[in-house]
């Protein structure tokens, strides 16, 4: 009983450990191939107008939606100290800081993240995947390093307009709910607003660009088990990448902190 | 002045040159380092003549059972290998091993001359270029249209636009699908598919052609229609082939028909007398071992309950 318990442990446990192993090897592959011929830039082109131009609508909606309620929110806790005037400056902050790159990572891995793995297993599973590389194209070239570079370039421009609508968002309820003046709201903001939030703003995108890519592409391409796998295989690439992105939220914050620290 | 910018332009082309260098040795090292070369070394072609093209020794590969156990055999240039087995007996692990799309756990397969398993993919890449492979369901991209699925090897390759539409005009012709070009693969039905597969694999005029159950769910017609194409592609193209299949039908219609060319027909010829049948071997697998190879005759009137119970 404890002897069998034992085995499936260890079995499930070098399993974990071969997955880290090739999830990096994939993800350093993938990186390498950017920067060695054949390159695709079609393929990359392709990939940024499908994660880019395809995620405006989930990203404008979140990022003003999640302005207007930070707002509304921090509003109601600011009144007890008499502080309302400042909710320009802490919507700002925060979704400079945390809640643009945050989120918009989010939405774009639920949208984005999950149709890299859905394409890529169901190449797996129809032997597409094998196809290309008779036909002598290395899918990791073809088709990954695309996808990083796509991330990596678009998941901080969505971000940027994604904060950019959750501060005027957070302005239509400051001047039509809290009744304060939107040049007095807009000044705040302005006053808030200093280079080590944009730098921090802009460093977290391109990092959760790169996992939410790394990780859908790692989860297609390991797909097994048919259609049914491709299924398994979209689900996994969602939960993993969001954790990895909060995980790694937090300690790219800590070093950040140490290196842009808060004036 | 003249003087100035044509000097000016002399140490901006050796710049260049420079960065050129720097950048090329940088690309290599990193492409050493996570194995993504993209050098455009041949491999080295190191068989004899009268060796043959594909060769197995005790090959042995397992998973999570075993796959192939103690697998020999050799096919020589020019001559279909046609592979029979049930289910899971690792029919279609052979021709993924010949891709160097896995390796073996034990053994050695050679394939023009050299150890597939002590390629790296550049040499892989290399060694499928002359290979062709039609997959089972035929693994077209869907994302592309029919013309460019055909041309997909050649477009990769860089290969001029004109060159291109030529050979898939040609291709396309060959396997009777000209006015498809246009069409996406999800418009295609099951049989047309396969002979897409088939235009596809033939583009780049591969010396070793690879069908992994190619009739498989398909009608008594429409697979006829597929081993005549691979008949006509081992008799006018002369390329070397293995057939894996199940089916007894396919494998023996491939084996009894052949093909020439009269002007600009193509004149099919049919041997009933399978003693007189040369240039096709069968080799039938069972639970990863080779349990019969010879001539379709040979198994035709071999005694092994196996086999008497495949045939039947």
């Given at each position: 009983m404890v002897a069998g318990l034992l085995r499936r442990l260890n079995s499930r446990l070098k399993l974990a450990v071969e997955g880290v192993q090739d999830y990096v090897l994939l993800s350093a592959r993938g990186t390498a191939a950017?920067?060695?011929?054949?390159?695709?830039?079609?393929?990359?082109?392709?990939?940024?107008?499908?994660?880019?131009?395809?995620s405006l609508s989930i990203v404008v909606l979140t990022g003003?939606?999640?302005?207007?309620?930070?707002?509304?929110?921090?509003?109601?806790?600011?009144?007890?100290?008499?502080?309302?005037?400042?909710?320009?400056?802490?919507?700002?902050?925060?979704?400079?800081?945390?809640?643009?790159?945050?989120?918009?990572?989010?939405?774009?891995?639920?949208?984005?993240?999950?149709?890299?793995?859905?394409?890529?297993?169901?190449?797996?599973?129809?032997?597409?995947?094998?196809?290309?590389?008779?036909?002598?194209?290395?899918?990791?070239?073809?088709?990954?390093?695309?996808?990083?570079?796509?991330?990596?370039?678009?998941?901080?421009?969505l971000t940027v307009l994604s904060d950019v609508l959750g501060i005027f968002g957070a302005g239509l309820i400051s001047i039509f709910n809290l009744k304060l003046s939107w040049a007095y709201y807009w000044r705040t903001v302005g006053n808030a607003l200093v280079l080590n939030d944009v730098v921090m703003g802009l460093v977290k995108p391109v990092a959760f660009g790169y996992i939410l890519a790394t990780v859908g592409c790692y989860a297609g391409l390991s797909t097994t088990g048919g259609t049914q796998g491709v299924g398994v295989s979209t689900t996994r690439s969602v939960v993993l990448a969001s954790v990895l992105i909060l995980a790694s939220d937090f300690f790219m914050t800590k070093i950040l902190l140490l290196l842009f620290p808060v004036v | 002045m003249g003087d100035i910018l044509r000097k000016i332009q002399e140490a901006t082309q050796d710049v260049g040159d420079r960065v050129q260098d720097v950048t090329d040795r940088v690309t290599e090292s990193v492409a050493e380092l996570f194995g993504v070369g993209s050098a455009d070394r041949p491999p080295e072609r190191q068989r004899a003549l009268d060796e043959p093209i594909v060769s197995f020794r005790d090959v042995h590969l397992a998973f999570d059972r075993p796959i192939l156990r103690g697998v020999s055999f050799d096919l020589f240039a020019g001559s279909t290998k046609v592979v029979l087995g049930g289910s899971g007996s690792g029919k279609t692990t052979l021709l993924r091993l010949i891709l160097g799309l896995i390796r073996p756990d034990a053994g050695s397969v050679r394939v023009d001359g050299v150890d597939v398993?002590?390629?790296?993919?550049?040499?892989l890449r290399q060694l499928r270029l002359n290979i062709g492979m039609v997959f089972q369901e035929g693994a077209l991209f869907d994302s592309l249209s029919v013309a460019?699925?055909?041309?997909?090897?050649?477009?990769?390759?860089?290969?001029?636009?004109?060159?291109?539409?030529?050979?898939?005009?040609?291709?396309?012709?060959?396997?009777?699908?000209?006015?498809?070009?246009?069409?996406?693969?999800?418009?295609?039905?099951?049989?047309?598919?396969?002979?897409?597969?088939?235009?596809?694999?033939?583009?780049?005029?591969?010396?070793?052609?690879?069908?992994?159950?190619?009739?498989?769910?398909?009608?008594?017609?429409?697979?006829?229609?597929?081993?005549?194409?691979?008949?006509?592609?081992?008799?006018?193209?002369?390329?070397?082939?293995?057939?894996?299949?199940?089916?007894?039908?396919?494998?023996?219609?491939?084996?009894?028909?052949?093909?020439?060319?009269?002007?600009?027909?193509?004149v099919h010829h049919r041997v009933q007398e399978l003693a007189q049948l040369a240039g096709t071997d069968f080799l039938m697998l069972r639970e990863g071992q080779v349990v019969f190879e010879g001539s379709p005759h040979e198994l035709t009137v071999s005694q092994d309950p196996y086999i008497r119970e495949f045939l039947s």
């Open positions: 950017l920067f060695t011929r054949p390159r695709y830039p079609n393929e990359i082109l392709a990939q940024m107008d499908s994660l880019g131009v395809g003003m939606f999640t302005g207007m309620v930070l707002a509304l929110q921090s509003a109601a806790s600011l009144d007890t100290f008499g502080a309302r005037p400042y909710v320009g400056r802490l919507v700002c902050v925060s979704m400079v800081r945390e809640l643009g790159p945050v989120l918009t990572a989010l939405m774009v891995t639920g949208r984005v993240g999950s149709g890299m793995a859905a394409v890529l297993g169901s190449m797996v599973v129809t032997q597409q995947i094998d196809a290309l590389r008779v036909l002598g194209t290395d899918p990791v070239r073809k088709l990954v390093a695309p996808r990083i570079a796509a991330a990596v370039v678009m998941v901080p421009l | 398993a002590k390629l790296d993919e550049d040499g460019e699925n055909v041309g997909f090897r050649l477009i990769e390759d860089g290969e001029p636009e004109e060159l291109v539409e030529a050979r898939v005009a040609e291709m396309l012709g060959f396997v009777g699908l000209q006015a498809h070009a246009d069409k996406s693969p999800s418009e295609l039905s099951g049989g047309q598919r396969r002979r897409v597969a088939f235009a596809r694999a033939l583009a780049a005029r591969p010396g070793i052609m690879l069908y992994d159950e190619p009739t498989t769910g398909l009608d008594p017609i429409t697979a006829t229609t597929i081993t005549d194409l691979i008949v006509k592609v081992r008799d006018l193209d002369g390329a070397t082939s293995i057939l894996v299949t199940h089916q007894l039908r396919d494998a023996f219609n491939v084996a009894r028909t052949f093909v020439h060319r009269q002007g600009d027909e193509f």
